[in-house]
């Protein structure tokens, strides 16, 4: 429809035959019927020319205001500082400055100030509370170790509680606080005056410490006790005997005692496997 008004208004206005042209010939009138129909299509055009004009006013003031802020942003922080140091400048000579002292006869005096307060009375200085004596301490009797209890052969579990040495470790085994001495296994001091051997005797114990932390362990003692009370028998961490790797890494020596037969074999053959490869205890010429 509006295109169509344009031609009407283009051939209206074209140059006539004798040469003249006609500008703003007045439209034929429009019929009812097609100015209602035209209506709808004008209303909507100036409403999107509206929203439109509206959405590239309000780009235009939010690119304004971010430009703005920062372009004024920076050279308003000198002007606020500067405002507050005379803020605190202001503040502070406003105070009631001291008054000066005067002099009279090598005695200092202070020089009352124009405007001057009644002395108030300090509060009386409470005395500090009577200490009130100690009852008297009464040292409990010391708790006797349980006594030791044999376990019968099998496999027990248990859990790491502390490390005497590489080879004597506290567990707590059955609800109950046991020390346990790896059979068959001697491992050097931690005070041994040769400095290689303390040194392996602190790795030993780094080793018992490392499996018994890491994996489940299971005690297998062979139903006697030692000297202390000790249980004596063998300890595997995640299926790994504690005795039996510290001989493979040569940090433990064989003695064979309080072991069976197979396992003294195991052992042997541990042993002889670290000297063969020169490790720990065990050095080559």
Same mark, same amino acid.
């Given at each position: ?170 567990? +707590? @085994?059955? &609800? %109950? ?5 790896? $059979?068959?296994?001697?491992?050097? =001091?931690? /005070? !041994? ?59 433990? +020596? @064989?003695? &064979? %005692? ?5 396992? $003294?074999?195991?052992?042997?053959? =541990?042993? /002889? !496997? ?12």
């Amino acid at each position: 429809m509006i295109k169509r008004l344009l031609k009407q208004f283009k051939a209206s206005n074209a140059p006539q035959d004798d040469g003249t042209e006609v500008w703003l010939d007045p439209l034929p009138p429009i019929e009812p019927s097609r100015r209602r129909a035209l209506r709808l299509p004008i209303w909507v055009l100036v409403a999107g020319l509206t929203l439109w004009a509206g959405a590239i006013v309000a780009g235009a003031v939010w690119v304004g205001s971010r430009v703005y802020s920062r372009v004024t942003a920076p050279a308003a922080r000198p002007v606020a500082t500067a405002l507050v140091a005379v803020r605190e400048s202001a503040m502070h000579t406003s105070a009631p400055s001291a008054t000066p002292a005067r002099t009279i006869a090598g005695i200092t005096q202070p020089q009352p100030s124009a405007t001057t307060e009644p002395p108030t009375a300090e509060p009386p200085t409470p005395e500090p509370p009577a200490a009130e004596p100690e009852p008297p301490t009464t040292e409990s009797p010391a708790e006797e170790p349980a006594p030791a209890v044999e376990l019968p052969a099998g496999s027990y579990p248990a859990r790491l509680t502390g490390i005497d040495s590489a080879v004597r470790i506290e567990l +707590e @085994v059955e &609800g %109950a606080a046991r020390t346990l001495q790896l $059979a068959g296994i001697v491992v050097p =001091a931690r /005070d !041994d005056p040769d400095e290689r051997r303390a040194a392996l005797a602190a790795q030993a114990e780094a080793l018992t410490t490392l499996l018994g932390q890491g994996s489940p362990l299971l005690v297998d003692p062979t139903g006697e006790l030692g000297t202390e009370g000790e249980l004596v028998g063998r300890l595997s961490a995640g299926g790994i005997d504690v005795g039996l790797e510290l001989v493979r890494q040569g940090l433990a +020596e @064989v003695t &064979g %005692a309080d072991v069976e037969e197979d396992y $003294a074999a195991q052992l042997a053959v =541990a042993q /002889d !496997d670290a000297r063969a490869a020169c490790v720990g205890l065990w050095t080559c010429p």
